[in-house]
């Protein structure tokens, strides 16, 4: 047998082995120990991979499953995980943790764990251990752009199985954006009658893009999907943080509810190409009002601790250019449209509060200052605005573009298909640390975590989406379970191990050396293009970060 203990993804705080073997057989049963009635369920779930009945019983018995919660012990995401020759015990800090030990279980079988199905007569021997677990980090997310192109509500399911696997808690969905808007709406059903589809889409690259492709695009979630993701996620112990992008980023939006703009009399429509969009929501409070019950419906049916407000990218010369919007500017006493920015997301914010909801906010909203300090900051232009963010009360997660948005090149490989520009090497992720020796301490105790982001301009379908994110997503959930740089990549048997279970599970990643010839980008519209080089992206996203209005850096109470 060879040592899977040594191969976990990621790594665990402390695993050591132990003499004999534990087999899991049709007699195996479960226990809930103290404190555990719940989650013997959710772990007779995880453990439906084994397809053996797994009977509940009072005590334990010769070959028993026993599950035991004690948060004292393990915090809130922590287990151990001790597999003796007559008893496997898991004891664990909540159900979370109980679900992140039959995932480290399942890593420590045959591959064949991963797979759908096993053949008959698959023998399911652990090897003795103890493994003793908890995560660096609160906030380990994947972000998946399901706007710019839509993912099938199955394969959003499918995704969060892949996190699970790799103990990441967080699914942020980015729900609505120029190019369309994804949820089913029962107040308003014009949002999935207009802004759920467009007519076609551009090809090539953004910056130079050579026509259209022709063809409808288009798709949404019902509230019953909704409903049906976040429950699903739930039971794997992922929070699916769903985002309504605003003010900006909002021309889908808008093509269904033009009244909300900021241009009177306005017309707009589903973008067929990327970029960045001068069409703002109104910030009045009529408007405040209806993304409020926009906001509420969605909660009804998919109910989160945190929604992503957006906030970024926000040209603000339509406000400017809009009397009414200077007179409300005037009226509430703000020095200049950043601040009006900045004020109408802390309603929204404010509004959330009052549902027990916390906001979370792309690092512009930070930029323009007034932000209530329970909001969530999430970094993408770089370090000094993650800092400055820390510095100022807020909890930050680091999203930076580089190494974290996986929708870049994996490589400069002229094979690679085509991708808005990079690359974001799988050993640039893994170098990344959370909490950088650069920050401070007291900058550090604010870093909560971090998160991919996975951008769809250029990932047209799901393959595509396997082959960005995987492996780039395993070097992130260790860097995030551990809370340090992972030297992952360069440990061949781990990496052999990680992507023979990624195989089992049919994820089509990226293989370590070349692209396979079906996954090259050829001559055709999905060609290579270098696209923005890194070096460049960062120096920009760095001098606008440093543009951020100055006295809005306080959290306001
Ligand atoms: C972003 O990339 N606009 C958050």
Known sequence: MTDRLATLLP???????????????????????????????LVRRALSF?????????????????????????????????????????????????????????????????????ARGTVWELACCEVTDAPATDWRGVMLDVSRHFLPKREVLRMIDLLAMHKLNRLHLHLADDQGWRIESARYPQLTELASHRPHTALGHGAEHSGHDGTPHGGYYTRADLAEIGAYAQERAVT????????????????AL??????????????????????????????????????????????SPFVHLGGDECPLGQWEDNPEIQAYRESRGLPNMAALHGDFLR???????????????????????GLRPDSIVMAWRGDEVARKAAAAGFQVVRTPVFPTYLDYYSDDDPREPLA????VRLADVAALDPRPAAFTEAENANVIGVQAQLWSEYLPHARLLDYRAFPRVCALAEVAWTGAPSTWP???ERVRAQLSRLDAAGVEYRPLGDPKPWQRGGTGARAF???????????ALDELAAEDNPEGLQPSS
């Open 11 to 41: 790594r665990p705080r402390s695993a050591r082995g132990l003499t004999g073997t534990f087999t899991f057989t049709e007699r195996t049963s479960i226990v809930a120990g103290p404190g555990a009635d719940g989650s013997t369920d």
């Open 50 to 118: 084994l397809r053996l009945p797994l009977p509940q019983r009072g005590t334990p018995e010769l070959g028993s499953v026993v599950v035991t919660l004690d948060p004292a012990a393990h915090g809130p995401e922590g287990y151990q995980l001790l597999v003796r020759p007559d008893r496997l015990d898991i004891v664990a800090g909540s159900t979370a943790g109980a679900t992140y030990a039959v995932s480290t279980l399942r890593q420590l079988l045959p591959e064949v764990a991963w797979r759908a199905a096993a």
């Open 240 to 255: 699916v943080v769903p985002e309504l992008d605003v003010p900006g980023h909002a021309s889908a939006l808008l093509a």
């Open 258 to 303: 033009p009244e909300l703009g900021s241009v009177p009399g306005g017309k707009y429509e589903v973008q067929t190409t990327w970029g960045v969009f001068p069409n703002l929501l109104s910030p009045l409070p009529a408007v405040e009002q209806v993304v409020d019950e926009l906001l509420g419906e969605l909660l009804e049916v998919l109910p």
């Open 347 to 369: 309603r929204l914010a404010d509004r959330l509060a009052g549902r027990g909801v916390r906001a979370v906010f792309w690092d512009e909203a930070f930029g323009s200052g």
């Open 420 to 423: 808005i520009g990079g690359p």
């Open 490 to 492: 360069e440990e061949p």
């Open 529 to 539: 293009r270098s696209g923005y080089p890194m070096a460049e992206v960062t120096r």
